[in-house]
């Protein structure tokens, strides 16, 4: 188990763009997390799955912002129409069950730069 | 609403001097989980510890030890004879209801100097 990737590690992109980020979780992990990490600042909650249901949405996650985890393996999170406040490090987190029983594995991030 | 503060925002230390890293929280549940991570330049959070409030005992692990202490609402992080390993940022955090939610802080960024 190579525990939880993400891809890519680095995105710049130019206003107005599209963008999606992928998340590989540990394989036999059901829930899934979506954080968002802004410079000198803790990461924020965005997003969880269980298996492929979507279970909750911060209001961080505004309507430009959707992510899935089809079939409940893989997730993406896509950033539509992209502003510069949307840049961040994009983090994910897989857990086997429920905090804090089951503790949280994160991945090493998407850094998102919008210029 | 949950809540988590660390005040300390940057600490420099020489290497093999100790330090400690606080974090004070704010919860209304009366049972609930603490937790520290380690954040490297690479970004990666990786997990050192999570205690439950029922446990107030000091927890030592090599170099690192915690004091969680209810009365004050603080759970305290200390490094002892740092390295320049031990350079990265350092979060507390606290799960909301549900538990799936973490609340982090803002950080602590270490730096030890060698």
């Known amino acids: 188990d190579t525990g939880v990737s993400q891809d890519p590690r680095h995105k710049i992109t130019k206003r107005g763009q599209n963008v999606t980020f992928r998340c590989d979780p540990i394989?036999?992990?059901?829930?899934l997390y979506w954080y968002r990490q802004t410079l000198g600042q803790g990461p924020e909650f965005l997003t969880y799955?269980?298996?492929?249901?979507?279970?909750?949405k911060s209001r961080l996650l505004s309507d430009r912002f959707s992510a899935e985890r089809p079939k409940g393996s893989f997730s993406t999170l896509e950033i539509q129409r992209t502003e510069q406040g949307d840049s961040a490090m994009y983090l994910c987190?897989?857990?086997?069950?429920?905090?804090?029983?089951?503790?949280?594995?994160f991945g090493s991030g998407t850094r998102l730069t919008v210029v | 609403a949950q809540k988590v503060t660390q005040a300390q925002t940057e600490i420099s230390v020489v290497e093999k001097e100790d330090v400690t890293l606080d974090c004070v929280y704010e919860?209304?549940?009366?049972?609930?989980?603490l937790f520290w991570y380690k954040q490297p330049p690479s970004g990666e959070l990786v997990f050192l510890i999570r205690?439950?409030?029922?446990?107030?005992q000091n927890e030592i692990s090599g170099r690192y030890s915690w004091n969680f202490q209810k009365s004050t609402s603080s759970f305290n992080f200390t490094i002892t004879a740092s390295q320049v390993v031990d350079s990265a940022v350092y979060f507390c955090?606290?799960?909301?209801?549900?538990?799936?939610?973490?609340?982090f802080g803002k950080g602590t960024k270490l730096s030890v100097i060698p």
């Open positions: 205690r439950n409030s029922f446990d107030e």
């Open positions: 799955f269980q298996n492929e249901a979507q279970l909750e």
């Open positions: 955090a606290l799960p909301g209801a549900g538990s799936y939610q973490l609340t």
């Open positions: 394989s036999e992990h059901n829930r």
């Open positions: 919860t209304r549940d009366t049972t609930y989980y």
């Open positions: 987190a897989s857990s086997l069950g429920v905090q804090p029983n089951y503790g949280y594995t």
